[in-house]
Nanobody, 125 residues
Framework: QVQLVESGGGLVQAGGSLRLSCVASGRTFSTYAMGWFRQAPGKEREFVAAISRSGTDTGYVDSVKGRFTISRDNAKNTVYLQMNSLKPEDTAVYYC??????????????????WGQGTQVTVST
């Protein structure tokens, strides 16, 4: 089992940047594929980005491609989401998630068994 704690959210103007971090407990972080999801008020939770256990493979939802970068540091049990050129429509609670028994987690939230508590990102105009 793994526990996830996100940080790094906040209020930023459109065009600005934020870096989210998600620290995992335990000594088996490298065995989990990781993902970032977000949920805006009144909307369904949506996939943002995913990264394989080794960090070699990544994937993004079309709306963030070229602006967001997911990465991980297995030595620090941490996955990151670098968010640049932020837009008001990026405003949401961002969650990191872990999927076991898979090299790459993908975009379907149903396959992720472990979730953090979320961190709020607000982008103002």
């Amino acid at each position: 089992q793994v526990q996830l704690v996100e940080s790094g959210g906040g209020l930023v103007q459109a065009g600005g940047s934020l870096r989210l971090s998600c620290v995992a407990s335990g000594r088996t972080f490298s065995t989990y594929a990781m993902g970032w999801f977000r949920q805006a008020p009144g909307k369904e939770r949506e996939f943002v980005a995913a990264i394989s256990r080794s960090g070699t493979d990544t994937g993004y939802v079309d709306s963030v491609k070229g602006r967001f970068t997911i990465s991980r540091d297995n030595a620090k049990n941490t996955v990151y989401l670098q968010m640049n050129s932020l837009k008001p429509e990026d405003t949401a609670v961002y969650y990191c998630a872990a999927r076991s028994a898979a090299y790459y987690g993908g975009s379907d939230s149903r396959y992720y068994a472990y979730w953090g508590q979320g961190t709020q990102v607000t982008v103002s105009t």
